[in-house]
Structure formats: C-alpha cells, structure tokens
C-alpha cells in the first residue's frame, strides 16, 4: 500500500505514452484484461447485473471474472473486486447487495432524527459493514491470498509522517501489501463522508471513500499497472490492455440560468459531491476511449430518478435490477463488445 504519487497520471496519462488507439497491436501479444467498477453504494448492484449478462452473452466459453488478470475498484466497487479476486461469484456479489444491504446501511433510528443527525456526524455507524466484509472477505484474508491482482483507491485525510492529505492506492503487487487483511482496504475504499467514518487502521493514515477522488477507477488502473514496467516497456504494455468498465448508473439534474444563479454555501452543499464525481468520471472515461479505442468498453446507465447510495429498500433494490435488464436489453451491442473483449 502506498500514499500514491501516481494518481496525477490519471490526468496525463494520456499524453504520457507515445501514439494512440490506432497503433498497431500484434496479433499475438499477451492481453491484459481488466475489469473496472465505479463507485456508487448499494447502486454497485446495477454493475452486477450488467456483469452477468456479459458473462451469459460469454456462453460459458470463458469466465468474465476468470479472464481477467487484473480488478480494479473504488469504494463499493473496491468491496466487489476485492470479492471476486478472493473467489466470489458474480452471484455471491449480488446476494451480498440483496440480502445484507440493510444489515450494511442500518437505519436504527426515526428516518428524520436520522437526516438531522446526519448534520454532524455520520449516517451510520461501521458495524454492519465490518461484519458483512468479515463475511463476505474473511477475517484473516490478505492481500498475497487473491486469486487476481488487484486497484483499489482510497484518500488519506492525514498523509502519514510528512502530514501531506493525498491519494492512497492499494495494489495487491506492493511487497508492503501482502500480510495486510483485505476487508481492512475494503473498509477504507468504502469509507464514504457523511455515510460512515473514516478508516484509521492504518496508523499514520486517516483513509476515505476513494469515490472522493476517482470513482471511475479506471485510470488509476492502467497508471499502477504500468508502473510496474520501465518507461521503455509502458508504451508496449498499454496496448495490451483490454478494459471492461461497470458504472453504477447516474442521474443527471440540469441546472438552468435561473436554477445556478445566487447559489451560496448552503445551495451547493446537496448537489457539488455529485457534480464533482460524474465530471471527474465523465474525463476519465472519455480518456479511456481516446487512449483504448476498441479497447475499451463501458457499460452505464442513466437513471430516471435519483436512488441515494444506501437506497436498501426493496423497492430500490427492485429498480436497480429492472434498470440493468432494460440497459441490457437496449445495448445488445454493447454488451457483445463487452463479452468479445474479455473472450
């Protein structure tokens, strides 16, 4: 684990390494297939979905999860690559999101008292969420255990010794990394602000919810992969990366003249996270499509209405599932390019 300095590289990474998408690939260079998942609560759900039916579309010729050398997540996309790299299902994913997100987002209180509260402290507290990791992770997996490498981002409020606030990356190669329990970086990429606590397991790190700074995990992927190459190599590594992207669905809310106009502190308090997040994503995957071209594919919905990160309710939990097989069955397209890619 590591205070990341690699993080900028999401922003020039595209201007980094030599030529584009057009380059020529050998025919016969090894792949490097990643599976990417966005940030987004208990909307991580919709990716799961979306995920199975690209693993159905495969026809049992090869495994979504299995093809994949490495996973890469943020928050509760960083709980769903930690599961699969340690030998979850796709399905074993969905029932956690099914069948425990109460247990994750327990509203032991009046539903207002709750949003008053929210005011000056945190939503919930972290213990459904820790015991569902235990279970989902294990108590004493670690990192040197996964069966896939693995990208998962958080953010350090403290910065350790030198007290500089920055990026903290998990990848599952650091030899600093391979004695660490995994549901530890789980708790720290899902540490969400207002929602839980930040995470302080790690002594000299305040960690955060890594949604704070790249919730489309993407880029920080290729940057820690090529990384671990010299300057030499990256350009050759890069293009035998192939990516397959799972957002978690977005709701967009178009703000008119009148709307944005005299907006203070109090106004932008709701709607700034939001914006900030879908605009940091939005740049990473338009840099993704630039630099992978047909490497690339991303799979995201736009929702109708909003459903708030720890939307549990069985009616949320619903329209989650019904707005992945309407997305499925309307990009019958994207979904082949999807399965193709990962084959």
Same mark, same amino acid.
């Given at each position: ?8 590289? %999401? ?7 030599? *030529? &584009?998408?057009? !380059? $020529? #690939?050998?025919?016969? =260079? ?19 979905? %979306? ?7 495969? *026809? &049992?010729?090869? !495994? $979504? #999860?299995?093809?994949? =050398? ?274």
């Amino acid at each position: 684990m590591k205070q990341a300095t690699l993080l900028f590289f %999401v922003f020039n990474l595209f201007f980094a390494c030599s *030529g &584009g998408a057009s !380059d $020529l #690939v050998p025919e016969d =260079a090894p792949r490097l297939k990643v599976l990417s998942w966005d940030g987004g609560g208990i909307r991580g759900l919709f990716s799961l979905h %979306v995920a199975q039916a690209v693993d159905k579309k495969m *026809g &049992g010729s090869a !495994d $979504l #999860v299995e093809q994949a =050398a490495w996973l890469t997540g943020t928050s509760t996309g960083g709980i769903i690559a930690l599961a699969l790299a340690s030998g979850s299902t796709l399905q074993d994913a969905i029932d956690l999101y099914q069948n425990n997100g109460r247990q994750i987002f327990k509203k032991d209180y009046w539903s207002l008292w709750r949003k008053i509260r929210s005011l000056w402290e945190e939503t919930y507290t972290d213990t459904g969420l820790v015991q569902q990791l235990h279970t989902t992770l294990g108590v004493d997996t670690k990192f040197q255990d996964l069966h896939k490498s693995v990208v998962i981002t958080s953010y350090d409020l403290l910065g350790g010794d030198v007290r500089k606030p920055t990026p903290y990356i998990f990848n599952s190669l650091d030899p600093s990394l391979q004695t660490v329990d995994i549901w530890k970086a789980a708790r720290a990429t899902s540490a969400a602000p207002t929602y839980f606590d930040p995470y302080s397991g790690f002594e000299g790190h305040v960690l955060i919810d890594g949604g704070v700074i790249a919730n489309h995990p993407g880029g920080v992927a290729i940057s820690e992969i090529l990384s671990l190459y010299t300057l030499e190599e990256r350009d050759d590594i890069l293009k035998q990366i192939d990516m397959v992207s799972f957002g978690t669905g977005i709701f967009y809310k178009p703000m008119t003249p009148a709307e944005a106009k005299d907006m203070g502190k109090l106004d932008w308090a709701g709607p700034i996270s939001g914006v900030m997040m879908a605009g940091a994503s939005e740049l990473v995957n338009e840099g993704l499509q630039i630099k992978l071209g047909n490497r690339y594919v991303r799979l995201n919905a736009t929702l109708d209405h909003p459903i708030p990160l720890d939307g549990v309710s069985f009616e949320e939990l619903q329209a989650l599932e019904t707005l992945a097989l309407t997305y499925v069955e309307a990009n019958p397209e994207v979904i082949d390019r999807a399965a193709k890619l990962m084959q």
